[in-house]
């Protein structure tokens, strides 16, 4: 089982910039798959980005130059450091993480992913 705890959401302003963090727990953390995802109001959840156990990363076209995944594995962590925010970023942002593999590919697929976390909301004014 893996439990996943994001923190780092909030209001910020249009262009500012803030760093989600993504704290896993349970076995296996470098053999994951770790993705973003975020859900605004009214709207489907969508991939946000990914990075593999191997640290290759893939992106959204609408975040890509802006945002940069990244993992710890020595701490457990995944990380999302977002900027030149945009009010469309407006969204509940989640962490997922795939099952333990030897696979070296991310994935964009919401269905690769078998753990969420609860979620941070990141709010940007305009």
């Known amino acids: 089982q893996v439990q996943l705890v994001e923190s780092g959401g909030g209001l910020v302003q249009t262009g500012g910039s803030l760093r989600l963090s993504c704290a896993a727990s349970?076995?296996?953390?470098?053999?994951?798959?770790m993705g973003w995802f975020r859900r605004a109001p009214g709207k489907e959840r969508e991939f946000v980005a990914a990075?593999?156990?191997?640290?290759?990363?893939n992106y959204a076209d609408s975040v890509k130059g802006r945002f940069t995944i990244s993992r710890d594995n020595a701490k457990n962590t995944v990380s999302l450091q977002m900027n030149s925010l945009k009010p469309e970023d407006t969204a509940v942002y989640h962490c997922?993480?795939?099952?333990?593999?030897?696979?070296?590919?991310?994935?964009?697929?919401?269905?690769?992913?078998?753990?969420w976390g609860q979620g941070t909301q990141v709010t940007v004014s305009s």
């Open positions: 349970g076995r296996s953390f470098s053999s994951r798959a």
């Open positions: 997922a993480a795939s099952r333990a593999s030897s696979s070296r590919s991310w994935s964009s697929n919401q269905d690769d992913y078998d753990y």
């Open positions: 990075i593999s156990r191997i640290s290759s990363t």
